[in-house]
């Protein structure tokens, strides 16, 4: 592994690019099987009842979530020694992540009761890797600083090439089968690490921890970000939009393949649609964040995406050309989410003085609010359809217009309070 000297913030390259956001590839590629293809797969595979399975989501999502905040102070001091010492944990992250995602999706056991002990404690070591990478990640492209335009470039370079990531997943698994989509995985997955050893190194936490007063190998406080109101103002946004954003997420196959009764083989072709559309859009939102500012795009994006919901809300079986429209324009939307979030936390963390020695304490808890948006979306959604009269395949009209309120609408409701928090706590008290 070789680092090289820390560039000044115009100097960010697009081979500085894809060398930093190509780890984004594979940990785009894991996390859709884990978030959206393993609860159909547990339910319809292995006849895993919905509630048990949002049970055992939710206990692992959990678990996932308070660890990310010890996580990023560890992080922290990873950086405070070296970056070498952050890439060589890197190394025992990725081999980690591997093989949770390998017993995950192909266990050994049979019956309903060991298949949920087996998940459980899978998805446990799975998602332990899967943020130890994040967050590492996340803080090394944090501290590589610059204006909003600079950041946002930044943060593209990962989400941008997590996106390819997302439509090799949502392809490769209907194309080629899980075995080949799992070598696939295995293969980006090293190549990310390979090109993350060889990525600008950004100023050093322990250089910034000597500049600001701190024991390089004493971080401030865990709880530090929270005193820091513009992050608690972001984070509150962060939450609602993310929880709008989960839900769909969580439900996506069981409207395709019940509300709108489509083919298995439409799915790839909803969801490549879908991020593919993000993957485009990203950079024509780049350009609209050089015209209003990275807040003002945020909100563009959630009303979008509330639009296109709405729509949504009205289609039934057959409607397969309709839905590809909404899978393209909320991918569009998505955009947003996936670009400017980070970005504004970057700048968060500048602002606060706090760049180069406190990124993983931020990304810790804002990893941690990812994951409790996606423990809640699977945890109450699924077993909420449950008790409502909603079961996988059925044709009963009032479970699926359940089933339409809970993928449609309720996301609507969420976004939009996000978009009023995003006005009340963020742009009016913007310059």
């Not at 449950?386 to 395949?393: A, D, E, K, N, R």
Request: aromatic share 12%.
């Amino acid at each position: 592994m070789r680092c090289v000297t820390t560039p000044t913030a115009m100097s960010f390259t697009w081979r500085d690019g894809w060398r930093y956001g190509l780890l984004g590839l594979p940990l785009a590629f894991v996390a859709l099987p884990l978030y959206v293809i393993l609860p159909n797969h547990y339910a319809r595979a292995f006849g895993v009842p919905l509630a048990t399975l949002g049970a055992v989501l939710l206990l692992a999502r959990l678990f996932d979530a308070f660890i990310d905040p010890l996580l990023g102070r560890w992080s922290d001091r990873l950086f405070a020694r070296s970056p070498r010492t952050v890439l060589g944990w890197a190394a025992v992250g990725a081999v980690l992540l591997f093989g949770g995602f390998a017993l995950l999706f192909f266990p050994p056991v049979q019956g309903t009761e060991a298949l949920v002990l087996w998940a459980t404690a899978c998805l446990m070591l799975t998602y332990a890797a899967y943020s130890l990478l994040s967050i590492t990640h996340q803080s090394w492209g944090a501290m590589l600083g610059g204006d909003e335009a600079q950041r946002s470039r930044v943060v593209a370079w990962r989400e941008g090439l997590g996106l390819v990531g997302v439509i090799l997943a949502s392809i490769a698994p209907v194309a080629l089968g899980l075995p080949a989509a799992t070598a696939l995985f295995f293969i980006a997955l090293f190549a990310g690490w390979w090109a993350w050893t060889r990525a600008r190194q950004p100023r050093t936490t322990a250089q910034s921890f000597s500049d600001s007063g701190y024991s390089a190998g004493q971080p401030a406080s865990i709880w530090l970000p929270f005193t820091r109101p513009a992050y608690r103002a972001l984070l509150s946004v962060f939450v609602v939009n993310g929880i709008a954003s989960a839900v769909p997420a969580t439900l996506i196959l069981f409207f395709v393949q019940d509300r709108l009764q489509a083919p298995a083989s439409a799915e790839p072709l909803f969801l490549g649609s879908y991020f593919l559309s993000a993957a485009l859009a990203i950079p024509l939102w780049l350009q609209v964040v050089k015209r209003i500012g990275l807040a003002r795009t945020w909100g563009v994006g959630m009303l979008l995406s509330i639009a296109v919901f709405v729509f949504a809300a009205g289609l039934g079986a057959g409607d397969t050309t309709a839905f590809i429209v909404v899978c393209a324009l909320s991918g569009v939307a998505l955009g947003t989410d996936l670009a400017i979030p980070g970005a504004l936390l970057a700048g968060t963390i500048d602002t606060n003085g706090d760049r180069g020695r406190m990124e993983g304490a931020y990304f810790g808890w804002w990893n941690f609010a990812i994951k409790l948006n996606l423990a809640l979306a699977a945890g109450v959604a699924l077993p909420a359809l449950g008790l409502l009269g909603y079961t996988p395949g059925t044709r009963d009209p009032q479970a699926l217009q359940v089933l339409t309120l809970a993928y449609c609408l309720l996301p609507c409701a969420l976004k939009a309070l996000a978009a009023v928090l995003l006005y009340t706590l963020i742009l009016r008290k913007t310059p």
